[in-house]
């Protein structure tokens, strides 16, 4: 006897189905425009797979979607990506169901690679202190060209910040100019799904942030702008990517390995000193904006080390 045919449901377009999903993450979850352009990147090379089998959202089985994974393990993706691309069609079918723009879910039996969350590359206080020295020379050499100390101080500016806060590069690059109030004690960032939380703001950034506005204002072609760090992109400041590069040439010029800094690596060794000093780590969380423990939780190896150390160094029984 022929096994029964998937019941299919008429509805929109494949295009149509993920453009509604995307349209429910950003009304109803807040994704910003990266989160957004990640799902429809990863929903639509999943739609092209399945149009090249004859196939299509509506119609697609579990066996269909398992074959889709195995084909990315085939093409050599990393874990982490594989299980990326699990959570995005798992969310896609469930939203599709729930909405009735499917029979049934497809993709609630998926099961994704088995993989350790790797520790995050960390910075040494050292290091860090090495890159802040190398950015302030270059902003005070007096040889220099004006526009390249100009570069130098705004780079001092993003590092001291980004160490002093643990903002996100995202949110780092995209500060208001009234993040630059003389009297600013406290920076309220704007993080992910719009969420607003409140960061300390210490004197060293201040310091920085003073020293690069004074030179920017002194510039012949400097104009009022509503962005800290402008440019003349499509977005009106800094990009997330030149940001990175700008630290991969500092890296190299400090000795240290240009794959091992990034502006994420920033926020984790602003996370990691904290809690290596006796920062709580309900704290930490608060101050990177996460908003389940769970995600602070990779920073307990620091904590770990913290305590062998205390047992090492105060246990009266220690060296026996």
């Known amino acids: 006897m022929a096994p029964l045919a998937r019941k299919t449901m008429a509805g929109p377009q494949d295009g149509g189905l993920i453009a509604l999903f995307l349209d429910m993450l950003a009304a109803e979850r807040g994704a910003g425009r990266n989160t957004l352009d990640a799902y429809r990147r990863d929903l639509s090379d999943l739609t092209s797979h399945l149009t090249k089998r ?16 195995s084909m990315l393990a085939d093409a050599g993706f990393k874990a982490s990506s594989v299980a990326r691309r699990i959570s995005a069609i798992r969310q896609f079918y469930r939203f599709l169901y729930s909405e009735r723009h499917c029979a049934d879910d497809p993709a609630a039996v998926l099961e994704g690679p088995r993989r350790a969350r790797p520790l995050p590359k960390v910075l040494t ?16 050499d007096r040889k220099a060209a004006r526009t390249q100390r100009l570069r130098s101080a705004r780079l001092l500016c ?5 160490y002093a806060t643990g903002l996100r590069v995202s949110e780092l690059v995209a500060l208001p100019a009234s993040a630059a109030r003389r009297d600013q004690a406290m920076l309220v960032v704007r993080g992910k799904g719009g969420k607003e939380r409140v960061v ?11 020293d690069y506005l004074k030179m920017r204002d002194a510039t012949a072609h400097a104009a009022k702008s509503n962005w800290l760090f402008p440019s003349f992109g499509e977005s009106g400041h800094l990009t997330r990517q030149h940001f990175a590069r700008e630290l991969k040439m500092l890296a190299a010029s400090c000795d240290i390995a240009p794959d091992r800094l990034s502006p994420h690596v920033l926020r984790h060794a602003f996370a990691s000193h904290l809690l290596h000093n006796g ?3 309900r704290v930490v969380q608060t101050l990177l904006g996460h908003s389940d423990i769970s995600t602070t939780q990779i920073y307990t190896h620091v904590l770990e080390e913290r305590l062998k150390s205390l047992v090492r160094d105060l246990h009266p029984l220690a060296d026996r």
Not at 127 to 140: F, G
Not at 200 to 210: E, H, L, S, V, Y
């Open 200 to 210: 300390p703001f210490n004197t060293a950034a201040k310091r920085a942030m003073a």
């Open 158 to 162: 993003l590092l001291e910040v980004v």
């Open 125 to 140: 206080i050292e290091e860090v202190d090495t890159l802040l020295a190398a950015a302030r020379d270059a902003m005070n």
């Open 279 to 281: 920062a709580d780590l």
């Open 54 to 69: 004859s196939r299509g959202i509506h119609d697609a089985t579990t066996d269909d979607l398992r074959g889709y994974l």
